[in-house]
Nanobody
Framework: EVQFVESGGGLVQAGGSLRLSCVAS????????IGWYRQAPGKEPEGVAC????????YYADSVKGRFTISANNDKDTVYLQMNNLKPEDTAVYSC????????????WGQGTQVTVSS
């Protein structure tokens, strides 16, 4: 059974920081990408950041480059998202997922954690 335990969401003022954590288990892949996507009310899901299990390559949405940093433990089953200089437009439900190497498609994902940035 694939499971995700996500934590770290909350309410923060614009310019502040949050760190999201996700522990993933039970997925049947040897090589994969693990990362985060977000969905704001009334909007399509948006891939935020991804890290490859094979070589640690990282991928970011243009909207978060320079502000967000994704990292993972050695086994690439725990992933973190450090979010700095948060903006109101970052408000969304952030979900952890496992998919292809660049996280262009997620095959499994968690319930998500709410991030709210006030202006």
């Amino acid at each position: 059974e694939v499971q995700f335990v996500e934590s770290g969401g909350g309410l923060v003022q614009a310019g502040g920081s949050l760190r999201l954590s996700c522990v993933a288990s039970g997925f049947p892949f040897v090589a994969y990408g693990i990362g985060w996507y977000r969905q704001a009310p009334g909007k399509e899901p948006e891939g935020v950041a991804c890290i490859s299990s094979s070589d640690g390559s990282t991928y970011y949405a243009d909207s978060v480059k320079g502000r967000f940093t994704i990292s993972a433990n050695n086994d690439k089953d725990t992933v973190y998202l450090q979010m700095n200089n948060l903006k109101p437009e970052d408000t969304a439900v952030y979900s952890c997922g496992v998919g292809d190497r660049q996280c262009l498609q997620y095959h499994y994902w968690g319930q998500g954690t709410q991030v709210t940035v006030s202006s």
